[in-house]
């Protein structure tokens, strides 16, 4: 991988240190310009016409094909979305959930998991049986916990594939054996995932996986997208309903719902220069070779986590090594407030990083345009900020 070409297709890292990706990543310039160039043809050739429809409808196809591509599954258990947090509301608000059944997540999840599971709580009548485990709690702990707290009502395990917190991995294939036996489905939020490590539709016999494409994939705000196990698709009911619900109707009450493909989740007007922006980031991620970024982005944050951990009074939260371990590395700096911190790495040397309050923690995210004389950079800071 060549490094230096790579940092010129993202003007972001001319100007900065930029270690926030697990919040917004920035675009190569590649996607930038197809979301321009798409803006500019729609607008000259007019937007319904003819061809610029079909291009729209084209662009559709190539994305799910190169997101099926990239996450081994298939462009028909795929479904483009605003977002991660739409797709996981598509699956807890379809979900055939009756009063008294459980769902179990974890009390460090994401507020948009969390606030969701409370919602099914009110209106569904589900209990949501919260499991208490540490950052850096070791898998067999978290699936021995999250085992135990299964019942016959359990019916959804929902959690995070890679916590933001601390970008600890959860032992999904630990997990997904237990649920499976137990005929319990399993949701997986992937906001911290594409694009920062290899994913695997099938070999995670995942049923519903909700991921975004502004994060790590680097492309454009509002599109994200929802994979359902084929032959769970079915069992999905939409919430909001446009044309695609309907296989067949006719003025005077005919009416056949399509139940068993996901355009049925589709709704009417969707913006096409974001799907060509999604479409140039999973090509350039393709062109990279998404293994390949994985182990450099665990490197790097590698690299980080030894450096942070000289420096005294300094606890980093994340876990050590794969697989749990990814390129999001937590720290806190005693005495000191994590907003502080980061607000003296960008005084000082530009570093675009965040906290995150229930560690009073400092996030890096490492991403494979990071070199390891950034690195090297923003450590040195964190060490004189620390004084």
Known sequence: MDI????????????????????LGPSPRAVVKAVQDRIAYENEEGPTTRHVLESGRA????????????????????????????????????????????????NIEYPAVMILAYHVRERYGVNVRVVDITPTEPPASIVRKITDAMTPRTRMVFLSHVHYLNGMRMPVAELRRVTRQRGVRMLLDGAQCLGHIDLDMRGMDVDY??????????????????????????????????????????????????????????????????????VAALEFFA???????????????????????????????????????????????????????????????????RSVEPLNGVRFSFHFFNTEEEVAMATDTVRKLAT
């Open 59 to 106: 662009l559709t196809d190539r994305a799910k094909l190169l997101l099926a591509q990239t996450v081994r599954a298939t462009p028909e258990e795929l479904h483009l979305t605003q977002n991660t947090t739409e797709g996981l509301n598509i699956v807890l608000n379809g979900f055939d959930w009756r009063p008294g059944d459980e769902m179990i997540t974890v």
């Open 4 to 23: 230096a070409k790579v940092r010129a297709e993202f003007p972001a890292c001319e100007r900065t240190v930029y270690l926030n990706t697990g919040f």
């Open 209 to 278: 996986y909700a991921m975004p494409g502004q994060k790590w994939l680097c492309g454009p705000d509002g599109i994200g997208a929802l994979y359902i196990k084929k032959e769970l698709i079915q069992e999905i009911k939409p919430h909001f309903v446009a044309f695609g619900v309907a296989k067949r109707w006719d003025a005077v009450g005919g009416y056949e719902e399509n139940v068993e493909t996901m355009n049925k989740f589709q709704l009417t007007t969707s913006s096409a220069p974001l799907r060509a922006g999604l």
């Open 287 to 353: 062109g990279m070779g998404v293994k390949a970024i994985e182990q450099r982005n665990v490197d790097l944050a590698g690299v980080a986590k030894q450096a942070l951990s000289a420096i005294p009074g300094v606890t980093v939260h994340s876990p050590g090594e794969s697989p749990e371990a990814t390129g999001i590395v937590t720290f806190s700096v005693e005495g000191k407030n994590a907003k502080d911190v980061v607000d003296g790495l960008w005084e000082q040397r530009r570093v675009v990083t």
